[in-house]
C-alpha cells in the first residue's frame, strides 16, 4: 500500500514538474498528451482488473484506448482524392492538402468572384475569432490563412 502511495506522490510530482513544459506548448501537443495518459490509465486498469478476475471490466478498460486509436487511424489514412486533385494549371505545384478555390470560397464564407478587398476583410473577420492567442484553434487559423493565399494568388 505504502508502494502504491509513494508511486503516486511520484507521479504526481512529475505532473506537476512538467506543467513548466506545457506553457509553451500548443495545445494539439497537450491532447496528445492527455490521450496517451488516458491510454496508459486504460491499459493499467485494464492489467489490474485481469489480475483480479475480472475479465469482463477489463476488457472495458481497453475502450479508454478508443479516442487514441481513431486518431492514430485518421492520421493514418492517406488523403481522398477530390475534384482539386485532377490535373490543371492550378494544381501544378500543390502540396498534400492545399485546398480548391471552391473551398477557399466556403472557409471564407464568400461567393465565387469576390474582390480582393471581400476577401482580405472575410480574411479579418475569422481570424479576429479564430486566432490561437484570442483561444482559437490552431488548425481552423492555418485553414482560413490558407482559404486567403489560395484567393489572393500572387497577390499578397
Known sequence: ?????GLGLGAIFLLMGGMRAFERAKI???KTF????IALAGLTLTVLLFLAGRGGM?????????PLLWQRWRAARPPAAGPSSRGGSQSMGRRAGW?????ALQVL???AGASEA??????KRLMRAAHPDSGGSDW????????RDVLLGGRK
Open 1 to 5: 500500500m505504502l508502494l502504491w502511495i
Open 28 to 30: 494539439t501537443t497537450i
Open 34 to 37: 492527455g490521450l496517451w495518459v
Open 58 to 66: 477489463a476488457l472495458s478498460g481497453l475502450m479508454l484506448f478508443g
Open 99 to 103: 485546398m480548391s478555390a471552391e473551398e
Open 109 to 111: 464564407g464568400l461567393r
Open 118 to 123: 471581400e476577401i482580405r476583410e472575410a480574411h
Open 140 to 147: 481552423l487559423a492555418a485553414r482560413i490563412n490558407q482559404a
